[in-house]
């Protein structure tokens, strides 16, 4: 019983891979665009932190002036 589940999960498995291909392709390029700008995230915490500034992680948008904007690095 247990080899007539484990075909047809894989069979569903399979069918699920053919219907959403294009989508899990597209997910790599997702992930590595999050780990990019994870990685720009923390490297400007550290930059921040290396001048001497204390870091606190927030965005701010100067709304309606959307092109200034500000990460928390702020004198101490």
């Not at 550290?46 to 701010?60: H, I, P, Q, R, W």
């Amino acid at each position: 019983m247990t080899i007539v589940n484990s075909y047809a999960l894989n069979s569903y498995l399979s069918l699920l891979n053919m219907k959403y291909s294009k989508i899990l392709k597209n997910q790599w390029f997702w992930c590595v665009f999050a780990l990019l700008v994870l990685a720009s995230f923390i490297g400007y915490a550290v930059y921040c932190t290396s001048k001497g500034y204390s870091f606190n992680g927030n965005v701010k948008f100067n709304w309606p002036k959307v092109w200034e904007m500000g990460i928390g690095c702020k004198k101490k």
